[in-house]
């Protein structure tokens, strides 16, 4: 059974910082490409940062470039997002996205979420 669990979620001050962690377990972790995604109330979920399964490849929304940074360790099952200079406009639910695409099988699994809030 496929598990996501995030962390790190609040509410913080504009100009701050919060440390976003999503423990994977049920799965074999190096496997997967990791995704953060976040929705605001009355928008659509986007995503916000990728890296991939093997070589670590990171990519970012443009919204958050040289603010966030994504890290994963294998080793430990965890994917990292570190929000720095946060603004309000990034106060939204952020989730934890595990895809993969082995030999022709998608396996696409969501963490429940976590809630940030940056006030101004």
């Known amino acids: 059974q496929v598990q996501l669990v995030e962390s790190g979620g609040g509410l913080v001050q504009a100009g701050g910082s919060l440390r976003l962690s999503c423990a994977a377990s049920?799965?074999?972790?190096?496997?997967?490409?990791m995704r953060w995604y976040r929705q605001a109330p009355g928008k659509e979920r986007e995503l916000v940062a990728a890296?991939?399964?093997?070589?670590?490849?990171?990519t970012y929304a443009d919204s958050v470039k040289d603010r966030f940074t994504i890290s994963r360790d294998n080793a430990k099952n965890t994917v990292i997002l570190q929000m720095n200079s946060l603004k309000p406009e990034d106060t939204a639910v952020y989730y934890c996205?595990?895809?993969?695409?082995?030999?022709?099988?998608?396996?696409?699994?969501w963490g429940q979420g976590t809630q940030v809030t940056v006030s101004s």
């Open positions: 996205n595990a895809f993969t695409l082995r030999f022709g099988v998608k396996r696409d699994s």
């Open positions: 890296i991939t399964s093997v070589r670590g490849s990171t």
């Open positions: 049920g799965i074999t972790f190096s496997y997967y490409d």
